[in-house]
C-alpha cells in the first residue's frame, strides 16, 4: 500500500476531529507539486542527477529559504566570464546557453544584489549577512578563475513551500490550542481529587477513613510506576513513541483490572474524577498519534522533494522543526503537567518512609544532627545496639527520648495514611511483646488448656 493512501486512511479513522484533519499535511497535493517541479527542472536540462554532481563538483547553491509566500527560489550556477562557458559539461547545448544568457546579462546582476539584502535566511539556516559573505567570497574566488554567477527562478518550488508552510503554522496553531485545553482539564481534575483525597473528620478522638484518599494513592503511584508517556529511566530515557505510550497504557489499565482498584471507591464522585482521568489520558495519546502522522509526513515529503529534485529543502526544514508544531512532544508538557497537578497533591508513602526499614515512621523521630526521620522502632533498635546515626554517623542516636517524637508529622501521618499507620502499629506491638515474653510468643486468641 502506498504511503500517501496508507496516511488518508489513518487520518480518517483514527477519530480527530475535522478540523485537525483539514488541517493535516496534504502530502497528495505536495507529492504533485513535486512532480511539477521535477518537470521544470528537467525542462531546463536540471535533473537529479545533474544537480548532485553540481553540488559536489561545482559548488552550486540550494534555492533561497522560505521567506513569504511570494518569494520564488533561486538555483545558482557558475559560468566562465571569458569564454562564457557553462562550467558543468553534462548540461545540453540548449540549457549552457541560457546560462550563459544570464550570466551575462547586467540587469541579472542586479536582481541578484536585491534579493541578497531582502531574503533574510537561506535553505542552510545562515543569515543573510553571514550567506552574502559567503558568496562574496565565493564570486571573488570565481572571478580570479574568470567564472561568473547567475540564478534561476524555480517558480514551481515555490509552489510547492506554499502548499507545505501554511499546513505547518496551521499545525502549530492546534497544538498549542490542544495543549491549553489539556492544561485546562488537568487543572479542573486536580481540583476534583484534593477535594477527594482530604481526609475524613475526627471522631472520638480519631480520623474517620472515609475519603478515597488510599485508592487514589495506589492508582497514581501505578500511573507514575507505569511512566506512560515519558520515561525517567535510563536505559529509555525521554518521551515515548505513540506505540509505546499506548503499550503502557494497556499494561497500566490492566493492572488496574487485576488489582480491582476502581472498585473500592467510596463516592461516586471519585469514579467519575477517575474518567475524566482516563478520558486525559486518551486526549494525551490522540495528540501524540496525530503529531506523529504529520511528522512521519512531512519527513517523508521532504525525502521524496529532496530525491527527485536534489534541492536540499530537509536541511531547511529540520532548522523550522527546531520551533515549529514537532519541536518537542504534546505528551512531554502534558506528563509534566499531570505530575504537578495531579499525582503530587496526594501523599506518597515514599515521602514518609522511614530509611531503615523502609515502612511508614510511625511514631516519628526527628534526629537533630541531620534532621532525618526514623519510625520509633528502628530508633530503639539502634540505641540497643548504640549505633551512630545511619544518615550522617553522628551519635544523636543515644540522646533521643520521647521528646524528639515529631507529634505534628504523627498527626499528618495519622490523617493521610491511617491504614498504614494502624498496621505500623499492630507490628510495634507484636514487636514489644516479642521483646517481653520471648521469642515465641505469637499474638492470637486466649485459650483453656
Known sequence: MKYGHEYSQLLASEGFPEEWVSS??????????????????????????TLQHLHSEFGVEAPGDRVGLHFVPELWVA????????????LTEDTKQYFIWLAQNNDQKIILERRASQVSHYIDGTSSSEQEQSNASIRASSA??????????????ANFFNLLDPKLAQLDVIQHTEEKRLESKIVELSTEVTALTEPG????????????????R?????????????SPYERDRGSRSFDQAKSHLELFSKDLVDQGLVKKFRERSSRRAFDHFVAINLDILKAMRFQELNMEAVRKILKKFDKRTALGATKAYQGHALSGPFAKSVATDMCAAMSQQVVTIVP?????SCPVCYNIAWRPVRLDCCNTV??????????KSASKCPMCRSTSVITADSGSIDQERAEYLVRYFPHEVKEKQKANELAIAIDKYGPDYQKGPCCVM
Open 24 to 49: 493535516a499535511i496534504s502530502y497528495r497535493l505536495l507529492k504533485k507539486s513535486i512532480k511539477k517541479v521535477e518537470q521544470e527542472l528537467s525542462a531546463l536540462g536540471l535533473d537529479a542527477s
Open 218 to 230: 495506589q492508582i497514581l503511584a501505578l500511573y507514575v510506576q507505569h511512566a506512560i508517556f515519558f
Open 79 to 90: 559560468v566562465d566570464g571569458d569564454s562564457g562557458e557553462f562550467l558543468d559539461a553534462h
Open 144 to 157: 580570479e578563475n574568470g567564472a561568473q554567477w547567475a540564478h534561476v527562478h524555480l517558480h514551481t518550488a
Open 348 to 352: 506518597q508513602l515514599d515521602d514518609h
Open 374 to 383: 526514623f519510625c520509633i522502632r528502628c530508633m530503639i533498635e539502634l540505641q
Open 201 to 216: 473528620h475526627l471522631k472520638n478522638g480519631k480520623f474517620k477513613a472515609k475519603s478515597d484518599v488510599t485508592i487514589w
